[in-house]
Structures are given as structure tokens and as C-alpha cells.
């Protein structure tokens, strides 16, 4: 049994730099991990093929919310963690490739609409006027984190006006009012797979939101895979003495009426009266006692999506990436077919042609990895969750070959140097971080959507934190976790200067 002033439920990131930063301000933290490494999807694993080793990266690689500009940095400096992570940044943003057309964009946003505009000359102004809209609307929404700090306010009202509108429309309709251009159109509806969402149903102020960081902040990676990072947030929480437990799967919150007293997990008892989940906000339902509040509460939950999840084929290939034409570190794959269809074709096969597909070229990061290159595409929960194993196996092969087959209509030669091949879908995705539905993003963004309500959660004690209140992706959960053990402490702080108890 033991004793701690929080206990944080998931070692991702968000979790990691919570634990963090709230041991440096003197709390007892304990950290519960139900898998055996710490990272959640920011992990790695590493597989032998007839030619050599190769490490795959569980995850996208691109970190945003570094420079001057970002949120990320600012997080790190203060929590006393930047300096220990040895980022390395991109010069380029990513290469748009869509029929004969490819656009390589540099990773400086200026640049980047200059290259744009350059490309389509005839659209110049309504490009212009999607920087202006990144610019406030999407910077106003990304300073989100940095108002609940005190540390920004809104100058002029009407971007909160505006915001509201782009809130109730999608992305792809968002595109479809400011360009003609269904060339255009079609690569910028690529971005948001960024962002784990398609544009056709993802509310546009979220998507501007992720446009300013895209964008305007610096880009970044951690060599030795993202494995890196959560460890070097590992060992950082030891020195601050911070505890974490891994596989450790959480059973039990106690309460005491409403309130929580405690934690029970499949190995330990923890006596607290604070619990930080970062996990699915669905899973608590079934974690304490029902009553009325909770009832109301499965209500909302109810209304609520699950997101999209991902699937990913890892490939480790027989010489290096570049000799086969795939040269540059990350290309997005549009399909000319998207415009019009992509909500129709969500539940068929067509999907694997018409969504965007990623292709990471990890090699040209890390050479440490091996001669790896992951293709990745957005996945419906579909019926991964249904399917017996050996059915579960053939589906994954099917579709494996359906979108490395699209990936060799670009990079000819790629189906030749395959030595090693692996696969994860929605259903690894739920047994290895426990998450909802498979989503690997968290609650689907939807024009209307309504997730205010989890910051209130139905018992005293609960404290929701992570891209499942707040939206997907490696900044976000990192500034979450700083943002919400910053406020933390200084309400404790608060409370203890007037001698009154939490």
C-alpha cells in the first residue's frame, strides 16, 4: 500500500510531464502504466528480417510546438525538460504527391504559402486569406492553453465570433468555400490525417487550430524513436522522485460518497484523493460505483465519437529507402478521387485508394532504425474488433497489399526490397493502450461537438487530462500534462497558504 498526493493513470506523454512537473513542485506522484514500457503511443519495437534489425516507431514522428512560437518549447523550458531532450528539426514541412503533381513545402510557414501561391498562382488571394485565418482565428485557438494560465487574452472579439462559425462547418467545407482549385483543395484535405481526423468531418476552427502549429512552429524529432523521449520523461520523474509502476493495470477507484480515497490496481493499493486519467474518459464508468451523476454523465459520454484509428504497415526493406526514389522524410499521398466521396466511402474498402496515405521515411532521421519506411492511412473501427484471429489475419494482409500496391504506384520497385513487413490497426491499438474504440485520436472533432462537460467530471477527486478532453497529437499531450499539474499546484499552493484542505 502506499500513500501519494496524485496518481496519474497512463505513462504517455501527457502523463510523463504531468508526473513531472507536479514532483517538482514537492507533490508524491505515482504513475500507473497497465503495458510493460512507459510512452503509450510514443514507444517503439524492434523486429529481425533475413537482412538485419529494424526499429519501428509506433507513431508519427513529426513533433510540433517548437521555436519561439510554440507552446511546446515554453512548456518544456519551464517544467525543466527541454533541456534534456536533444531535438532535431525538419527543413522541410512534407512532399504533396497526387497523380504527376508533387510539392515539397519548407517547414517555415512563410515559405511554405509562398510555394503554394507560387504553385497556384490563380488562387493567391484566397491562399492569403487562409495564412490571415492560421494567423488569428487558428493562433487565437491555440493560445487556449496559455489563457487557462493567465498568460494570454483576446485583443479583438470578433476572432472569437468567427471561430464560432468555423466550429459548426467541416474542414472540407471550409476548403470548398475559399478555393475553386479542386487540385488544391485536394492536397490541403491531405493535412489533417497530421491531425488523425479526415477534413470531411473534422470542425474547421479545430483543424485551424492545428494549421498555426503545422505551420508556424518549428518541427521536431527525437532520434532513437519516440522511445527516446518518453524514457528521457522516465527518468527525469525518477530524479524528481517520482514513482512509476508499469504493468500495472488499473481494477479499481474508491470512494468514499463521491469522493475519491484511493486507487486499486492489479498489483498495489494506493491511498490518494486525486487521480489524473489520462485514458479514455468512457473507461471510468466502469472503474466506481454507479449512481444518478454518473447515469447523467454516461449520457454525454454517449453523444461523443470515438476517433479514428490507424493503420500502419512497418517495413524494413533490403537497401536503402532512397534507391528506390523515396528520398525525402515524410510524404502525404492525395487521391483526385477524394473530392465529393470521402464521407461515402468511409465504410467501403475504396478508402484505402481515395483517403490520404503518409509515408514516412524513418531512415533518413535515423539510420540507427535500418532501412525503414512506414505507410500509414487513417482506419475506421470497421470490423476489426469482431473478426475471429485467423479471419483478423488475412484482413490485415488484404489491406496491407492494397495500400503498399497504392504506395508502389509512386516509388516503383518498393514490393522488390521488402524484407521485413508488420502491421497494427485499430484492434493493436486497443491492446496495447487501452484505447477506446481503437481511436488513436482521441474523440472525433466533429462540427458541435461538446467535450466541456469532462472538465467537471461526476466525483470529486477525478481529473480528466489528455488529447481525449483536448485533441490528438504529441504537443497536446505534452502541454496538457504541463498546463494542467501547473494549475494543480498553484491551487494547492493557494488552498495551503489559506489553511484549507483540497
Known sequence: MYEVDEVVIGAGLTGLVYANVAASNGLKVAVIEKHTRPGGYATNFMRKGANGKYVFDCSLHKITGLGANGNLQDALKRSGLLEHIDFHYYQELTTFILGNTRITLPADGIGAFKELKRCFPEEAASLDKFFDDIQSIGHFNYMFARMA???YSLDDPSIL???????????YQYFRALFKDPTLITLLCAIPINLGVEAYEADALYFLHFAYTFFMTDKGYVKGSSQKLSNTLVEELKKRGGELFLN???VKIDLENTKVVGV???RQRFLTNHVVFTGCPHQIVDLVPFDIAMDDFQKKLAKLHFGLGAFIVYLGLVVPPSQIGITDPDYLI??????GCADEVGNSDLRYQRWPLSISNYHALDPNYGFVVQLEMLEQQDDWFDLSCDDYKVKKRLVADK????????FRGLKDVID??????????????????GSSFGYKPKPGRNVRFLQNPPIDGIQFVGTWVSGAGYEPAMCLGFTAATLRSRKLQLISLGGTNP
Open 403 to 410: 495500400i503498399i500496391n497504392r504506395a508502389s504506384q509512386y
Open 420 to 437: 521485413f513487413m508488420d502491421v497494427s490497426t485499430p484492434r493493436t491499438n486497443m491492446r496495447y493502450t487501452n484505447s477506446g474504440g
Open 334 to 339: 492525395a487521391d483526385e478521387g477524394y473530392l
Open 161 to 171: 465570433v468567427e471561430g464560432r462559425k468555423l466550429s459548426k462547418i467541416s474542414t
Open 248 to 250: 500495472n493495470a488499473l
Open 149 to 151: 494560465l493567465g498568460e
Open 264 to 266: 486499486q490496481t492489479s
